[in-house]
């Protein structure tokens, strides 16, 4: 793999899938696998951070695991609990910014008020963005920014006609960010589950069959292997691509 920073991708997005199967075929209850993909997510943060990555975003939650069992459900928000509590302070000394996205709405007061505190403190970071996506949903994430878009149409700010990709994009969550180069989810399933789904337009979707807990510095460095061999066309032919590098270079 080339570790030149124009073969790096600048924004990576993660589905952390796989943490059931795991810990199933360890006779352990679903929880303990969720436990044991923290591991692997503090080890994707810092080699992402090590390779100069701009932004991760990962999937923590989404708006549709609601309907899982109860008792799962409640093991995962105290697990976000407890993880912000132990994890925030040495994000914060590695340069990292927190961010999270999706409606908080629905947490305890006591994980909002960990979230908020995990955003506050590192908001001034200037080296890896880290969004954490939870109790996110790419259609929900759609719908607010339109919400946000039709507020602008009635106070008079914005016309109709003046709708634009650009205007909705400014207000789905990430604006401001480039969007992802590469998707990677692990655990096999291949489909997006409501994820990024504007953001996701033109990325480079990778697929392993690796479940979530077991992925490590390898599997990431298969999936940076694998995309520095995509040739990135964006509607353009391959001809235009390569003459393009060519000038530029
Ligand atoms: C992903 O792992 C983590 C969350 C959805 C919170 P899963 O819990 O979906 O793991 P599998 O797909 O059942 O193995
Ligand atoms: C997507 O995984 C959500 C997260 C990883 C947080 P799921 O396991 O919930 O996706 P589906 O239901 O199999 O599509
Ligand atoms: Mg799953």
């Not at 708006?63 to 509590?85: C, D, H, Q, Y």
């Not at 006591?110 to 080296?127: F, K, W």
């Not at 998707?183 to 990778?206: D, K, M, P, V």
């Not at 069959?209 to 990135?232: C, E, G, M, N």
Request: hydrophobic fraction near 40%; aromatic fraction near 8%.
């Amino acid at each position: 793999m080339s570790d030149n920073p124009a073969l790096i991708p600048q924004h990576i997005a993660v589905v952390m899938d796989g943490n059931g199967r795991w810990a199933k075929k360890r006779l352990l209850p679903r929880v303990a696998g969720h436990k044991a993909g923290v591991d692997s997510t503090r080890s994707l943060v810092e080699s992402c951070a090590n390779y100069g990555v701009k932004a991760l975003t990962i999937f923590a939650f989404s708006s549709e695991n609601w309907n899982r069992p109860e008792k799962e459900v409640k093991g995962i928000m105290s697990l976000f609990v407890t993880t912000l509590a132990s994890e925030v302070e040495k994000l914060h000394k590695k340069n990292v910014c927190v961010v999270f996205i999706g409606d908080r709405s629905r947490f305890s007061e006591s994980l909002q008020y960990a979230i908020e505190t995990a955003e506050q403190l590192t908001c001034n970071n200037t080296g890896l963005i880290l969004n954490i996506a939870a109790n996110y949903g790419g259609r929900w994430d759609v719908v607010q920014a339109c919400k946000k878009v039709i507020e602008k149409n009635r106070s008079g700010e914005l016309s109709i006609e003046e709708v634009t990709e650009d205007v909705l994009s400014n207000e789905i969550c990430l604006n401001g960010l480039p969007e992802p180069d590469l998707f990677i989810r692990t655990g096999g399933e291949r489909r997006i589950s409501n994820f990024l789904i504007w953001q996701l337009a033109y990325t480079e979707l990778y697929f392993t069959d690796v479940l979530w807990p077991d992925f490590d510095k390898k599997t990431l460095s298969h999936a940076l292997d694998w995309y520095q061999t995509r040739q990135r066309r964006f509607g353009k032919t391959s001809e235009q691509v390569v003459n393009n590098a060519n000038t530029a270079g």
